[in-house]
């Protein structure tokens, strides 16, 4: 069925840079929208960057400037260029997409990965 698997996850230092990816493989008709969220401990799981199919970008405030969000239709890929990193930024990063499967008919559903580590240190 539907999968997505995040990697490039890891530890740097602030400052540093991570550039995250995010495929999605299976019975896929269509992929919509793209996206990236984020969870730190104890906190809710928020919207970092979305993407549509036709490259229409959105970012949340707090990584304005220093993300970029983009996507290889082909690949059904999605990535998240991270510089200027922040010890804020420390969190699970997943992966999402709004997608219409092509097991059934053409409705859309939401799928996430598992989530990918990212900290950095002060």
């Known amino acids: 069925q539907v999968q997505l698997v995040e990697s490039g996850g890891g530890l740097v230092q602030a400052g540093g840079s991570l550039r995250l990816s995010c495929a999605a493989s299976?019975?896929?008709?269509?992929?919509?929208?793209m996206g990236w969220y984020r969870q730190a401990p104890g906190k809710q799981r928020d919207l970092v960057a979305t993407?549509?199919?036709?490259?229409?970008?959105n970012y949340a405030d707090f990584v304005k400037g220093r993300f970029t969000i983009s996507r290889d239709n082909a690949k059904n890929t999605v990535y998240l260029q991270m510089n200027s990193l922040k010890p804020e930024d420390t969190a699970v990063y997943y992966c999402?997409?709004?997608?219409?499967?092509?097991?059934?008919?053409?409705?859309?559903?939401?799928?996430w990965g598992h989530g990918t580590q990212v900290t950095v240190s002060s």
């Open positions: 999402n997409a709004d997608l219409v499967p092509s097991t059934i008919g053409d409705a859309e559903f939401r799928y």
């Open positions: 993407i549509t199919s036709g490259g229409i970008t």
């Open positions: 299976g019975n896929i008709f269509r992929v919509n929208r």
